[in-house]
């Protein structure tokens, strides 16, 4: 007797061959790449549009603070860079030798210098912006007399940070309450010793531009762009 072989189709519509199951997880795939690509294009863009608003925000107030003392730079022996410090570099004018006690012409200067710096600052432009206002002082490498390397640069490193707090402490002296507040929660004194010297130290006349106080500004562009990296990274 012959076997009957029966044959039977698989019918059923739900069924998938293994190419229809690689096109689909391939279809997956690139829908995951795409969404991964526009978030990727959407933070690069955040981060484009802060820093271009940091950008601006500099450059406004790099102008402002220059218009404002423009007529007095040359006169107070001081500067004003791209990176909104402002650097008075005359350092006669500034402390008696080898002392934290500012000078009466250093005084003068601040007199007029500083209410109008923070006045400034508090622009509506600006005052959402202001992280901290850092007062800052140099020094050259120099100690007292047989001192070696290391111990005059500690020694440096207390007599800078002594003059930046005398700074710091006759600048809010020359404040209204309000004002006064305002600034206190946000400026710092920073004695940096020699570390940061912006010229060679062989010479009389460069160490004489490396004894400077340095007003600074940071503002909150880079704490928005670190928030940003944090999501990111989530």
Not at 1 to 6: N, R
Not at 50 to 76: H, P, S, T
């Amino acid at each position: 007797m012959s076997k009957k072989i029966i044959e039977i189709e698989d019918d059923n519509q739900f069924s998938l061959s293994t190419g229809d199951l690689m096109a689909a997880l391939l279809l997956i795939f690139v829908l995951l790449l795409i969404g991964t690509m526009l978030r990727l294009q959407e933070e690069f863009d955040s981060k484009s549009d802060i820093a271009e608003r940091y950008k601006e925000l500099q450059i406004e107030l790099y102008n402002d603070l220059y218009n404002e003392f423009e007529k007095d730079l040359v006169k107070w022996d001081a500067e004003i860079d791209s990176t909104l410090t402002i650097r008075f570099k005359e350092p006669d004018v500034l402390f008696d030798a080898g002392s934290s006690n500012l000078q009466n012409s250093f005084s003068d200067i601040l007199n007029d210098f500083f209410p109008m710096y923070i006045k400034v600052l508090q622009n509506q432009k600006y005052i959402a912006h202001i992280e901290e206002i850092r007062i800052e002082g140099h020094t050259s490498i120099e100690g007292r007399y047989g001192m070696d390397e290391q111990e005059a640069y500690f020694y440096n490193m207390e007599l800078s940070q002594d003059r930046t707090r005398s700074v710091l402490q006759y600048c809010l002296t020359l404040l209204d309450n309000d004002k006064e507040l305002w600034t206190r929660k946000r400026a710092t004194a920073n004695g940096l010793s020699s570390v940061k010297p912006i010229a060679e130290n062989e010479t009389e006349a460069g160490r004489k531009q490396n004894r400077r106080v340095e007003f600074r500004i940071k503002t909150d562009a880079e704490e928005q762009i670190r928030e940003m990296l944090r999501y990111a990274e989530n």
